[in-house]
């Protein structure tokens, strides 16, 4: 490795230290693509895999925990944020340009294994077709406990600000909305799985309902891809929450309400957050977020016809593995329409290339004619 390279990464390797006890971390890696290329709009699933290879290399268990756990999901992972334009039926980025990738971590044993990872960061990660460079690391969200995030003192109100697509799951379908309920919920969910400080959530999700309020808000909405498979409608922007006067009568839920508000940075919003979705930042502010790129809007929406259409010939068998199915359909020849191969096709949505190549033939022949 050329002597330049290797010590501007130990220059910020020096300072990824933290304490034993550190149950939250964020980390921001600052990517530096080798030359000009162009990369799919599903590049977070990449990301995705890319980041628990590297988990799986040192700790196979917990690779496997992080990728099937039936858990809530003990890490969250970013997009790319900086410049990215359409081309085609592709997203290019550039070698003159850096871009910030976000790591974070909920649980002890994932904070533990980070604090050995940064001690022997790779260079580089590999994204299909795209090398990116590890410029530096850094600490981005403070080392923390739960303890901590319940004693920390706190304003009157929370503000949240969105910066990639959010939804909640409700009644089967998404719900593109920031509803008190579902925003703390989404919190909750993980605090009592990783905090060892579980609360009772029908309890408290009704005292949020009770007593929790919309301030003001600035939000907007766009299709975006799901995942491995699917798409779904989210929102980004700007909200501000606060608690009635009545709030303060039950000062255990009155201490949660900011500790959760607190959490939101690290374990993001909503679902899909291990994909890059529902990261979110603390503070009220009207600077735009990012736009999503006109690819990926095009191709959620194509996914998301598809669906509806395999669907709705699939209504008389019903159930989830019927709806699943079709999802799986409609991403997979939606993708092959974008001109992706197949064999890319079922290494990032990890199902064998037999079953790709047979699902996206009954796809077609189920398409109206």
Not at 39 to 49: E, F, K, V, W
Not at 58 to 78: P, Q
Not at 320 to 326: L, M, Q, S, T
């Amino acid at each position: 490795m050329p002597r330049s390279k290797q010590n501007k990464i130990t220059q910020h390797e020096s300072h990824l230290n933290w304490s034993a006890n550190t149950e939250l971390l964020g980390l921001v890696f600052e990517l530096v693509p080798k030359a000009d290329v162009s990369i799919y709009p599903q590049y977070t699933t990449g990301l995705h895999a890319w980041f628990l290879n590297q988990v799986r290399a040192v700790d196979s268990e917990l690779s496997a925990y992080l990728h099937d756990g039936e858990s809530e999901k003990a890490f969250t992972i970013s997009a790319l944020d900086g410049e990215l334009v359409s081309s085609g039926n592709l997203l290019n980025i550039f070698a003159n340009h850096t871009y910030q990738w976000y790591v974070t971590a909920l649980s002890k044993r994932v904070v533990t294994w980070l604090a050995q990872w940064v001690k022997n960061l790779p260079t580089e990660i590999d994204l299909r077709n795209a090398s990116l460079r590890i410029q530096a690391c850094q600490i981005a969200h403070s080392p923390v406990t739960y303890a901590d995030l319940l004693n920390s003192e706190h304003e009157d109100t929370i503000a949240l600000k969105f910066l990639s697509p959010t939804s909640f799951r409700r009644k089967g379908h998404h719900l593109p909305l920031p509803m008190p309920t579902n925003v703390f919920h989404s919190y909750l969910r993980r605090w009592n799985d990783f905090s060892g400080m579980p609360v009772d959530q029908e309890t408290f999700l009704a005292w949020v309902d009770d007593h929790v309020l919309i301030t003001r808000h600035q939000l907007t909405s766009a299709k975006v891809l799901a995942g491995k498979k699917g798409a779904v409608t989210g929102f980004t922007g700007t909200i501000e929450f606060s608690l009635t006067k009545e709030a303060a009568k039950q000062p255990d839920f009155y201490k949660l309400f900011y500790a959760l508000g607190k959490l939101a940075p690290y374990c993001g919003t909503g679902h899909k957050t291990t994909f890059g979705l529902g990261q979110t930042r603390l503070g009220w502010s009207l600077q735009a977020t990012p736009a999503v790129s006109n690819i990926e809007s095009f191709l959620a929406k194509r996914i998301e016809d598809l669906t509806d259409i395999f669907k709705a010939q699939r209504k008389r068998t019903g159930g989830v593995r019927a709806e699943e199915i079709a999802v799986k359909w409609a991403t997979i020849l939606a993708r092959r329409e974008m001109g992706e191969s197949l064999q890319d096709i079922a290494q990032d949505m990890e199902m064998p290339y037999e079953t790709v190549k047979t699902y996206v033939k009954l796809a077609r022949r189920a398409l109206p004619k």
